[in-house]
């Protein structure tokens, strides 16, 4: 049961730090309207304070923030946070930033006036002391940390406010998660797939004891097929990510061993593993290499391992926190043992994106680059008909190298760092 203003924090659409979003409901119950300022309050007494602005697919008593927001709170999808208006927020006289030092290596200069100025000159933007913030500009993501503000602890930053950098990096709290990490926002063609994956994730992770009470096993086990390149590995690492679980890989050619027993060992091995750490993801990787249809297997060695997968999967506990999501190239190969009912609860097509999708997988491979103004991904989404995540994160990846090619007179690559002015003047053109 919810307490009085708390609320269930879902995935933002949005990449905006500075803004959360409420269903029209909510924002009229707080008497709210869009701009205006509340305060966050997360795990261990964290907080933070956003603008809001109201979205017509929020669920009521929700709230959707970004990546960034929930680190800054310490939460995860699925927890609460509580929320209070926030009337009379001061514009900020200064505010003491420093860079992350596992984000800035390789880097020096000019951090200020590449980084920071672009980043506050967009639109005022609340900051609380303690926040961290991920500025995404030449060629880099760069993580900043708020040290101090005038008036503190929180103000909002304007084009009047001075914004001090400190020169010496400072080290990331143990607490804290690299922001830099794959999470849901850096996977891109996949709002569908990834919604239907996150909502039987958490709530068998969050809401055992609801199938215990009727008494059925809670679904565990996900198969993703698809073509290559599609995003499958990615959509696992990043779910491990967003729920803070143990990620375990199972390459399926790796763990194949021409001794007897020794493969359905290391199988047993890793759910061993992962029922001690969880929760915990385990990601079966070419699941048809380990499991092929049996009338095909060559060789004696392959017939046990299918049966041990099985067993592992049928064994899995209720109460273990363990997910088992799997990926194949050809979903028909594997053995149809399988796909009966109760092993793989639910089987998800990741396939070729459309023109939509590849637009959003390009906005998400360059938003670390500047790109010219003669560029236009729109173009590029629509003669790109049949390139996968992997093909457009290719081209984009060229066309960065043959811009550094073309500036690698102004570098001094006889020293171990770079400028971050001559970062900025990287700038990606529609001829790269």
Known sequence: MLQPNQLI?????????????????????????????????????????????????????HIEMNRVVRNNLRVRLGDTVSIQVCKNIKHGKHIFVSPVDDTVQGITGNLLGVYLKLYFRTHDRPVHQGDVFTVHAAMRAVEFKVTGTEPSPYCIVTPDTVIHCGDNPIKREEEEISLN????????????????????VE????????????????????????????????????????????????????????????????????????????????FIDKLDAIAPKRKKTHGEVEHPIISQLLTLMDGLKQRSHVIVMAATNRPNSIDPALRRFGRFDLEVDIGIPDVV????????????????????????ANETHGYVGADLASLCSKAALQQIREKMN??????????????????VTQEN
């Open 410 to 427: 102004v570098m001094d690559l006889q020293k171990d760092t770079i400028d971050a002015e001559v970062l900025n003047s990287l700038v």
């Open 181 to 200: 990490k794959i999470g849901y926002d850096d996977i891109g063609g996949v709002r569908k797939q990834l919604k239907e994956i996150k909502k039987m």
């Open 9 to 61: 924090v879902d995935d933002a659409v949005n990449n905006d730090d500075s803004v959360v979003t409420l269903s029209f409901e909510l924002m009229e119950k707080l008497q709210l309207c869009k701009g205006d300022m509340v305060m966050l309050k997360g795990e261990k007494h964290h907080e933070t304070v956003r603008a809001v602005a109201p979205n017509l697919l929020c669920t009521i008593n």
């Open 203 to 282: 709530f068998t992770l969050r809401h055992p004891q609801l199938f215990k009470t009727i008494g059925i096993k809670p679904p565990q086990c996900i198969l993703l097929y698809g073509p290559p390149g599609t995003g499958k590995s990615l959509i696992a690492r990043a779910v491990a990510n967003e729920i803070g679980a143990f990620f375990f890989l199972i390459n399926g050619p790796q763990i194949m061993s021409k001794l007897a027993g020794e493969s359905e060992s290391n199988l047993r091995k890793a759910f061993e593993e992962a029922e001690k750490n969880s929760s915990a993801i385990i």
């Open 357 to 380: 999708d590849r637009l959003e997988i390009l906005c998400i491979h360059t938003k670390n680059m500047k790109l010219g103004d003669d560029v236009d991904l729109v173009q590029i």
